[in-house]
């Protein structure tokens, strides 16, 4: 039995990668699919509940659970294969010493790690040349795709040429964000109306905040270090001093295939608005710093105590230093639309949006750069499976 094992834990991860994986795993084969979550400083805390849901998923095992796990014989996956999409490769590297399991990682390396894995996936040449710098051999590394493009494709089956007056507001997939961020892009797109009027909003809202959560967050107040408009929610209709929003549950990649702009903060949904097509705008509001996940060190002060207020200060004076940070910008090699890394106010914020709004020849331009950058090549997720099948 070639039982799979994929570790993961955050939001991109779970959403963006496994599902498209299991598609093309069942595809192929009845074996069964387990999924280890791992410690991940962007985690929602949802991933156990969004793993369980999804379909040809056989055992999810909690981070809690790794040790136990790595000091089992591993003999349900002697003959099976270890695919690490996120979280720390350290894990699958010691369950892979540990077991003797063929192991693989999508997109990840590091030198110190290479001898555990039989190989390594990437998406693009960009992505070959930058495991070579990690030294992992050319043998090694297999061109199959962009997993994030298979799990666009589950929802559009291609972007349209058409775009509607309308502007995607994505806050992000955990919690906190969506009740600071309500709000404040509630009083944006008041004041985007200014600009070209009957423009419709689309809030885009994670599967992975719980549905008996989301309508008490979307109608929090506004946040006093944030800002913006309380809003009433009626249906899928968010409204506030006259301004209205809809509220996407289900539909996230359709509404924002139709957008002709999009407002998010960085994470895996650039990388789709980038197959899309869709012009985004990347937003890192520095309002509330200590509440930002981080990774390395700097993440690691979240556990410290007073740690969160030093990160906070941290942030706020590596904001220049950032680099880029939406996908599409980084494929580019340039700010394709402005990254925004500030303490944000909403009438600052909407005049840097509107004029970009009206400038419909800049969009298409912008537009076209994606289609250039984002190809829609054959079934990525099944060039992975077939890779680790038949090796």
Not at 255 to 262: I, K, V
Request: charged share 25%.
């Amino acid at each position: 039995m070639s039982r799979l094992l994929i570790t993961a834990n955050s939001p991109g991860e779970m959403a963006g990668w496994v599902k498209p994986i299991l598609a093309a795993w069942r595809e192929r084969t009845t074996d069964p699919v387990d999924i280890l979550l791992l410690p991940c400083t962007f985690a929602t805390g949802q991933e156990e509940r969004v793993a369980r849901s999804l379909t040809g998923v056989d055992r999810v095992y909690r981070p809690s659970e790794y040790l136990k796990l790595l000091w089992s014989s591993g003999r349900d996956y002697s003959d099976g294969h270890l695919l690490h999409l996120g979280g720390d490769l350290m894990y699958s590297a010691f369950l892979s010493w540990r077991w003797g399991i063929s192991t693989w990682s999508y997109l990840w390396a590091r030198p110190w790690w290479n001898s555990a894995f039989k190989g390594y996936f990437t998406k693009n040449d960009w992505g070959v040349n930058w495991l070579k710098k990690r030294k992992v051999p050319a043998h090694q590394i297999h061109l199959t795709g962009d997993l994030v493009l298979d799990a666009v494709r589950q929802e559009v089956d291609e972007p349209g040429l058409e775009r509607e007056p309308q502007i995607s507001y994505l806050p992000g997939s955990r919690k906190e964000e969506l009740a600071s961020l309500t709000p404040f892009f509630l009083s944006v797109h008041k004041r985007l109306q200014e600009f070209q009027p009957n423009t419709r909003g689309v809030l885009h809202v994670s599967p992975f905040i719980p549905r008996e959560q989301v309508d008490r967050l979307l109608q929090e107040p506004p946040h006093p270090k944030v800002g913006g408009l309380q809003g009433t929610l009626e249906g899928d209709r968010l409204t506030g001093d006259g301004v209205e929003l809809l509220v996407s549950r289900e539909e996230n990649l359709l509404h924002l295939s139709r957008s002709e702009l999009a407002l998010s903060i960085p994470g895996t949904k650039t990388a789709e608005a980038g197959y899309l097509r869709t012009p985004v705008m990347t937003l890192l509001p520095l309002n509330r710093p200590e509440e930002l996940p981080s990774i390395g060190l700097v993440g690691l002060l979240d556990y410290l105590p007073g740690g969160k207020k030093l990160k906070g200060r941290l942030l706020l004076r590596l904001k220049g230093k950032l680099g880029l940070l939406a996908h599409p910008n980084i494929l580019a090699g340039r700010q394709l639309l402005p990254e925004l890394v500030e303490v944000m106010e909403e009438e600052w914020l909407s005049q840097q949006v509107g004029p970009i709004l009206l400038e419909k020849k800049k969009l298409q331009e912008v537009s076209d750069t994606l289609r250039s950058l984002y190809s829609w090549q054959p079934q990525p997720a099944r060039a992975l499976v077939e890779v680790m099948l038949n090796s």
